[in-house]
């Protein structure tokens, strides 16, 4: 079962995910760890036995050559059975976190790098992700143990039966009165592992806050702010004030789990002393033999030991396998695009079909209103389309819309007359060329970071005719290693690091690098000086070449080389034309396009009282 929120699944389908994870990729690994079921059961029983044969045989007046035979086996048998054990546990510690915490890692990663962009940025799978990243963060957490848990599990039951049985056959009695206080134990840990069920979300959420603070700090894109608005004491309260209330219900945790041991050690000695002393009476009234003696005496304590170790490994299990649920309730979210076999795309180095909007609109995941809504518009092959409107119109939402990032929540998109939707995913992805406001760069060189491709696919060639379009070689020229210089200090020591509208330009090469037959281009000028920003206005026709072009800018004197001008505002398309038509309209873009050109006269800025109206 997968579903976003609330999916659970049943122990034995986690412990079964679990083994098939390790069974796969390392398979000796549960051998190991049945063999450790099997040897952790049988060598301290053979050690109990011991004793009994030695005493049984001296008892019996065995001949010397008899003796040494019985207990020269048993000691050999000891030593077999310990070398297993040795073996068996080396490659079930080397082996079970390692193994669980890199395929998960691989599997994650994999989910984060192909999952619906809509599901990958929903607050709902944020959470979620955290949650399983948590769960399986070191190799020391109870996810990745499952296997161990489970055998230490079988191993205690296992002793629990084997030893009782030895119990049961020399006095039924006795194993009535541990049974009943093994019940009271039971039931008080129960205690303890439905506090510690019970604080889970809420310790779980904590945890994900402290996670985020913790985060927040330590990112260099927000140390400025933290420094510049002194916001040091603020970010240090709100860490002491959850890690308070996270400490408050750790120890609610803790002190059940204090008390669950304490009534385990309390109860453990009545019952071992009750049982010894029946013991004790059973031998001084010759109703049992010195050897059964010793070993029942043995047994008894052993006994206790397996029972307290059931308890322990049960909750711990329980702990592992609600962990697990966490990491696949993140793996089993579902996309909701078409990630499979889809209608048939034509070619990606052609102009697309038309693309026609139909009654779109918008609704972000937990927003009240709409972001867009009832939105028509024809796209045709070739056109040059700006994007315009205020802040948060929704210009940025209209075009994730477009690319297929998000799933309209109203009406339909349409590509050559075919629901975009019917497409498989990633081949319509190949038909955009995209830069948006937030620009991300990857820990290879500046070639790389074009093509997007390993240096031995990336066309060396092409990467500089990019670089050149949009404005980046002057800069690239200047370095010592050109374009493989490589970028990311973080990663690499000896990376360069690029100016904002540097960045900008990059993204822009990588666009024109994917030269797919769409390119959306949000603010891509923002950044840029001016004069950068006017060869970029001049180059537009030369860029967007046989493409068709979707420009997203706030500079409405860059947009008048469009074909169309959308401007957005109310949640829709509120007025549609060339500059010349919308100028004729009077509309709300001539009142945002005389505001802004008010600045620009003969190249001065006009600093009269209007300027600081608008400011
Ligand atoms: N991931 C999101 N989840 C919820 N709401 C969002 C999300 N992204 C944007 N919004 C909201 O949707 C509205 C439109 O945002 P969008 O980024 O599309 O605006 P925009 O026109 O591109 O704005 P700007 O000119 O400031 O870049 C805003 O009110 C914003 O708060």
């Not at 009234?285 to 029942?296: R, W």
């Not at 990630?339 to 972000?364: C, F, M, W």
């Not at 493989?484 to 990059?506: C, F, M, P, W, Y």
């Not at 004197?557 to 038509?581: K, M, N, Q, Y």
Request: hydrophobic share 40%; net charge neutral; with cysteine.
């Amino acid at each position: 079962m997968s579903t976003e929120k609330g999916a659970t699944y049943s122990a034995w389908s986690n412990i079964s995910y679990a083994m098939r994870l390790h069974w796969r990729a390392r398979p000796l690994t549960l051998i190991c760890c049945v063999i450790s079921v099997l040897v952790g059961v049988g060598l301290p029983f053979v050690s109990i036995l011991m004793p009994k044969i030695v005493i049984d045989n001296i008892t019996a007046g065995v001949t010397p050559g008899r003796f040494i035979l019985s207990v020269g086996a048993m000691a050999l048998l000891l030593a077999l059975l310990s070398s297993a054990k040795s073996y068996a546990d080396l490659i079930t510690n080397e082996s079970v976190g390692t193994i669980s915490i890199l395929k998960h890692l691989q599997t994650t990663m994999h989910k984060h790098l192909n999952m619906d962009f809509e599901v990958l940025e929903s607050p709902g799978y944020a959470k979620l992700g955290e949650k399983a990243w948590r769960a399986m963060q070191s190799n020391h957490s109870p996810a990745s143990n499952i296997p161990r848990n489970t055998s230490q599990l079988l191993m205690n039951v296992l002793g629990f039966v084997t030893y009782g049985m030895v119990i049961v056959t020399v006095h039924p009695l006795i194993i009535l009165f541990l049974a009943v206080s093994a019940g009271i134990n039971w039931l008080a840990l129960s205690r303890a592992r439905k506090i510690e069920m019970a604080t889970r979300e809420e310790r779980s959420k904590l945890h994900g806050k402290l996670w985020y603070i913790q985060k927040v700090s330590k990112e260099p894109s927000g140390g400025k702010d933290i420094r510049l608005y002194d916001l040091g004491s603020l970010i240090n309260g709100m860490f002491r004030n959850v890690l308070a209330a996270s400490t408050k219900k750790e120890r609610e945790v803790a002190t059940g789990d204090m008390k669950a041991h304490l009534s385990d050690a309390a109860l453990s000695l009545l019952r071992d002393g009750a049982a010894y002393a029946f013991l004790i009476y059973l031998l001084i009234h010759d109703k049992m033999t010195l050897g059964n003696f010793v070993l029942v005496f043995a047994a008894i304590g052993a006994f206790a030991g397996w029972l307290s170790g059931i308890l322990r490994s049960s909750s711990e299990l329980m702990r592992a396998l609600s962990e697990m649920s966490d990491i696949r309730v993140y793996l089993d979210v579902p996309d909701i695009s078409n990630t499979g076999a889809g209608h048939e795309l034509q070619s990606g180095d052609k102009l697309p079909p038309a693309i026609t909007l139909r009654n779109v609109g918008y609704t972000y995941p937990e927003a009240n209103k709409p972001t867009l809504t009832g939105i028509d518009l024809d796209i045709k092959p070739g056109e040059r389309i700006a994007i315009v409107g205020g802040n948060g119109a929704g210009k940025t939402t209209f075009i994730k819309l477009l690319c297929g990032l998000y799933k309209p929540t109203s009406g339909e998109i349409t590509l050559g007359g075919v629901d975009i939707t019917r497409y498989n995913r990633d081949e319509f992805f190949a038909l955009f060329s995209t830069v948006f406001q937030d620009i991300h760069l990857f820990c290879c060189d500046i070639a790389g970071n074009i093509s997007q491709q390993s240096p031995e696919k990336t066309d060396y060639g092409k990467v500089k005719k990019c670089l050149e379009m949009s404005g980046l070689m002057d800069k690239v020229s200047g370095l010592e290693k050109g374009e493989s210089t490589l970028l990311v200090r973080r990663v690499h020591n000896d990376a360069i690091e690029l100016s904002g509208g540097e960045q900008q330009k990059l993204a822009l090469a990588r666009a024109l690098y994917k030269d797919a037959p769409v390119i959306i281009l949000d603010e891509p000028t923002a950044a840029l000086d001016p004069i950068a920003e006017s060869e970029i206005y001049q180059r537009y026709a030369e860029l967007t070449a046989g493409k068709t072009s979707i420009y997203i800018s706030h500079r409405l004197a860059s947009t008048r080389f469009c074909d169309r001008i959308l401007f957005i505002d109310g949640g829709g398309i509120a007025e549609c034309g060339t500059h010349d038509e919308l100028m004729r309209h009077g509309g709300k873009y001539a009142e945002m396009f005389n505001v802004q050109s008010h600045y620009y006269k003969d190249g001065e800025v006009s600093e009269n009282e209007d300027a600081l109206h608008l400011a």
